[in-house]
Nanobody, 130 residues
Framework: QLQFVESGGGLVQPGGSLRLSCAAS????????IGWFRQAPGMEHEHEGV??????????YYTDSVKGRFTISRDYAKNTVYLQINSLKPEDTAIYYC?????????????????????WGQGTQVTVSS
């Protein structure tokens, strides 16, 4: 089973920045598409795709609301995916998770909109408030 440990969240003021980390295990980065998802307060079981990297061609997807503010990257040596989040807004408040295209899953790996995965990690809480 692919495993992820998310970290880097916190409480920040609007306009602030954070760098989220996702340490992956059970596979090597680049083998599968991987991305970040978030669950907003009160949106139980609804995880929105934020940003993903395709394993096939390295293309990157960002949901419209984060374009120009969020940047996804990966460090192969550390087997870690990062999400640099700048110019934070209160509506970015959410638990942020990472997930990958698990070959054992029958679910398609989708990044846009609200997505379903077989499992989620613990996530990391991002709270944007003054």
């Amino acid at each position: 089973q692919l495993q992820f440990v998310e970290s880097g969240g916190g409480l920040v003021q609007p306009g602030g920045s954070l760098r989220l980390s996702c340490a992956a295990s059970g596979f090597t980065l680049g083998t599968y598409s991987i991305g970040w998802f978030r669950q907003a307060p009160g949106m139980e079981h609804e995880h929105e795709g934020v940003s993903c990297i395709s394993s096939s061609d390295g293309s990157i997807y960002y949901t419209d609301s984060v374009k120009g503010r969020f940047t996804i990257s990966r460090d192969y040596a550390k087997n870690t995916v990062y999400l640099q989040i700048n110019s934070l807004k209160p509506e970015d408040t959410a638990i942020y998770y990472c997930a990958a295209d698990d070959p054992l899953s029958t679910l398609p790996f989708v990044c846009s909109g609200y997505v379903i995965r077989d499992y989620w990690g613990q996530g990391t809480q991002v709270t944007v408030s003054s």
